[in-house]
């Protein structure tokens, strides 16, 4: 076999991972915005959250005993 590529160069190749070059746009994990913080930390939202969370799982326990 005269071949100047060997099998293990096309192996090696698919197995590179895409877009990890460092400094580039896709390398850096998304930033959340303001208003994301703003409810990540509002403690309004997350009582509210809480209740919701709570009644759909009331829900549940209801409709599962017959």
Not at 1 to 30: C, F, G, L, R, V
Not at 51 to 61: C, G, R, T, V
Request: glycine share 2%.
């Amino acid at each position: 076999m005269s071949s100047d590529s060997s099998p293990n160069d096309a192996a090696s190749a698919s197995t590179k991972p895409k877009n990890k070059e460092p400094y580039q746009q896709a390398y850096y994990p998304p930033v959340p915005t303001g208003f994301t913080c703003y409810l990540r930390t509002s403690l309004l939202w997350q009582f509210w959250r809480f209740i919701a969370i709570n009644l759909k799982m009331f829900k549940l326990m209801l409709s599962s005993h017959h």
